[in-house]
């Protein structure tokens, strides 16, 4: 599979995860979120960026877990829930948070 | 009721596949909410050292991943010192693991515990499930 | 003749490393790689044999080393080699034995 960004094309694998994270740029979340019809915020981007410092330093996705307790010491308790975060990714701040972010799905995430 | 859970690493890192498989089935586990701990004895105290730079040998480096542990509550690590002293390391060579207490304002605590072989042998003692890598 | 020997498992999980010291000859090469590298440390239960013994060049493959934080650990008199270092050895001795 392949997703198109910025008029180039990146592989991704059969569900939609970019093959090579390095390849990631900005486009590619928007384009990644455009196809599922979900249009990025300043709220999704602060879980996206939070990603990609986390995977940069650590070399794993955090889980739900991990990311919820997280951004509530990062960018706030009242952010540091679940709810807050499936309305922003509905389909799993995992799966998509993680897709969109260029990251691998989180390592125990089904 | 959590159970108390112990994996046992005693493999080193990057030689074989054990170490890497036992971090994953820890961060598998730890969704569960169980009572984790982590032992490394015997070569397994080479999977926590400092400074490890796996470029040449062209694998990727997990040792990142221990910084993660205390993230994922895993924040209880023992080492076993004869097997630290064994092989002439100190626990200066290992990395610094933390984990962050929230009731305490996210304060920074040690994760490590250095304890003597007879010391790990009255915690292995208590676990309800032990796993060995 | 000379041999080229390879050990790559750790002195602590293994005989190979002692086995192959038993039998290495004067003037033959022990080479050091992945696990077995950490025979190469100072400080630590084997790394008197590695002193004691002066009639055979001990080195390591350097990349080993790194990925396992060891580097800056490495007896005296030990030589690091690269990939290309490691060619090199195989190319200059008669023949080649791997410890496995």
């Not at chain 2, 933390?98 to 003597?116: C, F, G, N, P, Q």
Request: hydrophobic content about 40%; aromatic content about 10%.
């Amino acid at each position: 599979m392949a997703i198109e960004a910025n008029g180039k094309t990146y592989e991704t694998d059969e569900e939609g995860y970019l093959s090579n994270l390095n390849d990631w740029e900005p486009e590619v979340a928007t384009a990644m979120a455009a196809a599922e019809d979900c249009e990025l915020t300043q709220e999704h981007w602060d879980i996206i960026n939070f990603l990609r410092e986390y995977y940069e330093e650590y070399q794993i996705a955090p889980a739900v877990r991990v990311l919820t307790k997280a951004v509530g010491k990062r960018l706030g308790k009242e952010k540091g829930n679940s709810k807050y975060l499936y309305e922003l990714f509905p389909y799993g701040p995992g799966k998509q948070a993680c897709k969109y972010a260029g990251l691998p799905k989180p390592t125990g995430c089904v | 009721m959590a159970k108390k859970f112990m994996y046992i690493n005693r493999k080193a890192p990057y030689g074989t596949i054990y170490a890497l498989e036992s971090l994953e089935v820890v961060l598998i586990g730890a969704a569960f909410d169980q009572d984790v701990s982590l032992a490394f004895i015997g070569d397994g105290v080479y999977q926590l050292t400092k400074g490890q730079n796996t470029k040449g040998i062209g694998q990727k480096s997990f040792s990142p991943v221990y910084m993660a542990l205390g993230d994922y509550d895993v924040n209880k690590i023992y080492v076993e010192k004869e097997s630290l002293e064994e092989r002439g390391l100190t626990l200066d060579d290992l990395q610094h693991l933390v984990w962050e207490d929230e009731d305490e304002d996210y304060a920074e605590k040690d994760s490590i515990r250095l304890v003597s072989r007879s010391e790990l042998s009255d915690v292995l003692d208590d676990q309800d499930v032990v796993l060995s890598f | 003749m000379t041999m080229l020997h390879t050990v790559n498992k750790s002195p602590f999980e293994s005989k190979a490393f002692d086995t192959c010291l038993g039998l290495a000859k004067s003037g033959s090469t022990i080479l050091l790689i992945e696990d077995g590298v950490y025979a190469a440390t100072t400080g630590n239960s084997v790394a008197d044999k590695i002193k004691n013994t002066s009639d055979i060049n001990f080195c390591v493959l350097g990349a080993d080393a790194q990925a396992r934080g060891i580097e800056a650990k490495l007896a005296e008199g030990i030589k690091v080699v690269d990939y290309e270092g490691f060619v090199d050895l195989v190319a200059e001795h008669d023949t080649v034995q791997a410890w496995l």
